[in-house]
């Protein structure tokens, strides 16, 4: 598609808001011209979704082609390997619509009165909210299929491929980027849900439930796809490490019987021999285990808990001026 599809998601939630609003303009619930903050709130999350789906499977490419020299598989395996990170089994869209139309209706039904009103006003209004719910809603279980095969496939290929190597740190890091993407994607999601569309939140069962798992799966899709690369990373420094540790024996015994001999003249060859493997001792030591870059990490954690202390800031304070 021209642009690479990306404009499809904006073009969806600019058709969702006029859907909305037309109804509601239509049926005299809002003046023409006016905006519901309800609906221009809530139509981003189906879209959002779609989009992050479209990311992740972008990123998974260019992740997948960074760690292929660490599978030690050739390359015509590569094409099957990027073809199963972007597909999803067929029958999980509709499995998503059946969970997300209930979802939808439920999480309507279940919001303040004071925001969506009563009677005929509140029937209008779900008639023209419904498609952007049931787009949010039914998204939503079909990320997360999405994002468990993507991340199962990371644990896969982590756990299968035969030529990691803890000094090319390139294939190491090569899936933070996808599990980042989307672990931070839903963390946004859930703190949208707690801020911008807090009002409909309130109060709501369901849509306090979405947050909760929003949140929850975020952190695990960063921290849990990775763990197995990195007790692979942790076993190999290990045998790196004793490796060194029996030359470092072997050399210790060659310089003690050559001290013992009185041969002398050579013992600044075996002294050079154990500088350098203690050298290279302290570069195994050094190699990173935990499979992303120090400073994605930080940018993840700060992202994690920066909104959240910003929230509970604004909340204290305005409780003590209110």
Not at 125 to 153: C, D, E, K, W
Request: aromatic fraction near 12%.
């Amino acid at each position: 598609m021209p642009g690479h599809g990306w404009w499809v998601f904006p073009a969806l939630a600019v058709l969702l808001f006029g859907w909305a609003h037309a109804i509601l303009w239509a049926t005299g619930r809002l003046p023409f011209g006016a905006i519901s903050p309800v609906i221009a709130v809530g139509i981003v999350y189906g879209p959002f979704l779609l989009g992050v789906l479209a990311a992740a499977n972008f990123v998974s490419k260019r992740s997948l082609v960074a760690f292929w020299p660490a599978t030690g598989w050739p390359d015509d395996d590569r094409a099957r390997w990027a073809a199963a990170f972007v597909d999803t089994p067929g029958p999980w869209g509709w499995v998503a619509l059946l969970i997300g139309v209930p979802l939808a209706i439920g999480s309507f039904l279940s919001a303040p009165t004071d925001l969506l009103g009563q009677g005929g006003d509140r029937f209008v209004l779900l008639v023209a909210y419904l498609p952007a719910l049931i787009l949010g809603y039914s998204m939503s279980p079909a990320a997360f299929v999405h994002t468990l095969r993507q991340l199962r496939l990371v644990s896969r290929i982590h756990r299968e491929a035969t030529a990691i190597d803890p000094f090319d740190r390139g294939p190491v890091y090569a899936f933070s980027r996808l599990t980042v993407l989307t672990g931070l994607s839903y963390v946004l999601v859930g703190y949208y849900s707690l801020t911008l569309n807090g009002a409909f939140t309130a109060g709501n069962l369901l849509a306090v439930g979405a947050l909760v798992v929003s949140l929850v799966v975020g952190i695990g899709t960063f921290v849990l796809p990775l763990w197995g690369i990195h007790e692979r990373l942790v076993d190999e420094k290990a045998l790196l490490v004793r490796g060194v540790d029996e030359r470092v024996s072997r050399i210790a015994t060659e310089m003690y019987r050559r001290i013992d001999a009185g041969e002398f003249d050579g013992s600044k060859v075996v002294s050079d021999a154990l500088a350098g493997v203690t050298t290279l001792r302290d570069r195994i030591q050094r190699l990173p285990t935990w499979p992303w870059p120090p400073q994605l990490l930080r940018g993840f954690v700060s992202a994690l808990v920066l909104p959240l202390v910003i929230y509970l800031l604004t909340r204290l304070v305005s409780s003590r001026v209110g």
